[in-house]
């Protein structure tokens, strides 16, 4: 099972960026991914998730309203477009996969559900 989290960057207050998630090593409709973010000197925190379906989601708090996250098993990518950006949304972004069976439902929000990683994207939102 890889990972590889892309689309990271510098971006203005109220802009956007699209990271991807490429997945290989395994089928993509039996995983649940999610995205987290670790800022600096901050612990990690759940931004959003989705299920191997695609059907269920789940948003933290913070980006209710301006993220959005999607899937498409055929290319096996996952995304997180961003919309809104501030400068507290700057941190290292990670996707992260566990098996859920083939197109369920179920949605993980706890990072120790988790057990495959990716390597991060860094996104910094300037002020």
């Known amino acids: 099972v890889q990972l590889q989290a892309s689309g990271g960057g510098l971006v203005q207050t109220g802009g956007s960026l699209r990271l991807s998630c490429g997945a290989s090593g395994f089928s993509l409709e039996y995983y649940a991914i999610a995205w987290f973010r670790q800022a600096p000197g901050k612990e990690r925190e759940g931004v959003a998730s989705i299920s191997s379906s695609g059907t269920n989601r789940y948003y933290g708090d913070s980006v209710k309203g301006r993220f959005t996250i999607s899937r498409d098993n055929v290319k096996k990518q996952v995304y997180l477009q961003m919309n809104g950006l501030k400068p507290e949304d700057t941190a290292v972004y990670y996707c992260?996969?566990?098996?859920?069976?083939?197109?369920?439902?179920?949605?993980?929000?706890?990072?120790?559900?988790?057990?495959?990683w990716g390597q991060g994207t860094l996104v910094t939102v300037s002020s």
């Open positions: 992260a996969a566990v098996a859920s069976g083939f197109r369920t439902v179920h949605v993980f929000i706890s990072e120790r559900r988790y057990p495959y």
